[in-house]
């Protein structure tokens, strides 16, 4: 059986004291109100030397960029990481609450601590680096578990061999760039010991502290067996949450029948929190089940109404479309995932999704949503000061390739992959005739659900996760067969006000080519539907705000 205990008040005592918080703090008060960037969101190479004097770090005669210093890089990591540093518009400066690490209950200091550590470890390089986050997450939990288990965790051979034999089986599973792990050279070992025992989570002796022993059991893979309950299913999936869970759960749902496992994740999501509701209901809305009468039985239920009528409008869109009641339980429901999942600036912006437009609007409505979590969050962000911020925007440029034709457009961070999809078709003027691919600069690709393709689900990404950084860029292709290709790039962030809650086309250039037309000269030229960018906003009013 799963279990899961909170952490406990010693715990965050260790990771709110550990070496490298300790030195978070000093990089944090060496930036002061604000220090200019590097585009990649490192302190410039004039200013590095400064930076690790104040940590005591020696530096070289010439610094071409922060990186020639590694250990710099690292503390710089596991600030910004950890909240004790910001960076914001191109420069870096202490967060408010840099120093109160202490502070927060337990669960939340310790969950940055290990957001912290997952940032700095230093991992591999070049083509021998783990692939993504679930990779990254299991590479920690095997260097964490052969230490633990080694004959001698002081000996880079023998814990190099003990996780060679773990990664032969299948309960590790890493792929061939993680063979960074097993093949360290004496250095690269005594590197990542000491990266360890100065974030607390190795003692002197490279064995696993009580800290440590907390961080394994948070990233070791989880362990899915088919006899499993519904809840244990749940229980594994919410201590380590993997970017797509069916391939690991698709075992357990041939054991239980797709009909009878929707039937206990429903149960299980009408008697529980919010984020292990949500989790049951995003793993109910994928099973190939015969009968949806269960998602029906559901629309009766006080909690499960909304989301199961919206599962039951995306299967059949032809029913009656969701109520303004149910679409503003769902806005608070995404709300209180942010709030509960500790991440401040994901909620302040799905706040200002909530219909108003003033914030204390905003919070009338909240209060209005019959959410079971509407006081407490309206709580939360009323002493949050929520009421008096301002919604932000990122200005993304489409261009389309080979053609010289762009636009300019202000979308909301929150907007979902699919959304993008209809800003982009809306402003380029295609019909949405074909089918379409993102691709994203982790290399993912994604496409709507419906799709027969192995990508992930375009309505399940959000613009502020799809664009981790100010420069990211993103691939669009439109119509798999013509393949007329984009570059989505985004340029900044700014902040929203009146007109800003729906998609702005801002500017352009270029006529655009009409799809499904042939050359109309010899030269291949086609024919091409006129830029005019306020017919193309009173359109994206239509498409966002029908109302």
Not at 9 to 14: M, T
Not at 421 to 450: C, N, S
Not at 499 to 526: F, K, M, Q, R
């Amino acid at each position: 059986m799963t279990t899961s205990t909170s952490p406990s008040p010693a715990l965050a005592l260790a990771a709110s004291s550990c070496r490298l918080a300790a030195r978070a703090r000093t990089l944090a008060a060496w930036l002061g109100p604000g220090r200019a960037l590097t585009p990649t969101g490192m302190p410039k190479p004039s200013d590095a030397p400064a930076a690790a004097a104040a940590l005591g770090i020696p530096a070289p005669g010439r610094v071409r960029r922060a990186a020639d210093i590694p250990e710099l890089g690292m503390v710089w990591s596991f600030a910004r990481a950890g909240g004790f540093v910001i960076v914001d518009r191109g420069r870096g400066r202490a967060a408010a609450a840099e120093s109160d690490w202490p502070k927060p209950p337990p669960q939340t200091v310790v969950r940055r601590w290990l957001d912290a550590l997952s940032a700095a470890i230093p991992f591999g390089a070049g083509t021998e680096r783990p692939r993504d986050d679930d990779e990254h997450a299991t590479c920690i939990a095997v260097l964490l578990f052969a230490l633990s288990t080694a004959d001698d965790p002081g000996d880079a051979g023998c814990v190099s061999a003990r996780i060679l034999e773990m990664t032969r089986g299948g309960q590790w599973p890493l792929s061939w760039r993680c063979s960074f792990l097993w093949t360290q050279e004496e250095h690269e070992f005594e590197q990542l010991c000491t990266f360890l025992v100065d974030a607390g989570a190795a003692d002197s002796n490279r064995g696993l502290t009580p800290l440590g022993s907390w961080a394994l059991e948070q990233l070791r893979p989880a362990q899915i067996t088919p006899p499993m309950s519904t809840t244990d299913l749940l229980g594994e999936l919410q201590r380590r949450p993997l970017r797509d869970p069916y391939p690991a759960i698709w075992p357990w749902i041939e054991v239980q029948g797709p009909d009878t496992a929707l039937q206990g994740l429903l149960a299980e999501a009408g008697r529980a929190d919010t984020p292990r509701r949500r989790l049951a209901l995003e793993l109910a809305a994928q099973l190939p089940v015969v009968s949806d009468e269960p998602w029906h039985r559901a629309t009766a239920h006080p909690v499960l109404g909304p989301p199961a009528r919206r599962v039951l409008w995306d299967d059949d869109p032809t029913q009656q479309a969701l109520s303004p009641q149910d679409l503003l339980w769902l806005a608070v429901d995404e709300c209180a995932a942010a709030w509960l999942g500790d991440d401040p600036a994901r909620l302040l912006e799905r706040f200002h999704d909530l219909p108003g437009a003033t914030g204390p609007e905003r919070l009338t409505a909240l209060h209005g949503s019959d959410h079971p979590d509407a006081a407490a969050l309206a709580d939360h962000l009323a002493r949050s000061g929520a009421e008096q911020s301002q919604p932000s925007v990122y200005q993304l440029k489409i261009s389309l390739t080979g053609w010289g034709v762009w636009r300019r457009v202000l979308v909301r961070p929150t907007l979902t992959l699919g959304d993008l999809h209809e800003v982009i078709r809306t402003v380029l003027d295609w019909d949405d005739d074909h089918l379409h691919l993102f691709q994203g600069p982790d290399r993912r690709t994604y496409a709507p659900h419906w799709c027969d393709l192995d990508v992930d689900d375009e309505d399940t990404v959000l613009v502020v996760d799809a664009f981790p950084r100010k420069g990211s860029i993103m691939g669009y292709t439109y119509d798999l067969g013509e393949c007329w290709r984009h570059e989505i790039t985004y340029q900044k962030t700014l902040a929203g006000g009146p007109g800003t809650a729906h998609p702005v086309c801002t500017a352009g250039h270029g006529d655009s080519p009409i799809e499904d037309s042939l050359p109309e000269n010899e030269d291949g030229t086609y024919p091409t539907a006129p830029f005019a960018i306020d017919d193309i906003n009173e359109c994206l009013i239509r498409v966002f705000s029908p109302n």
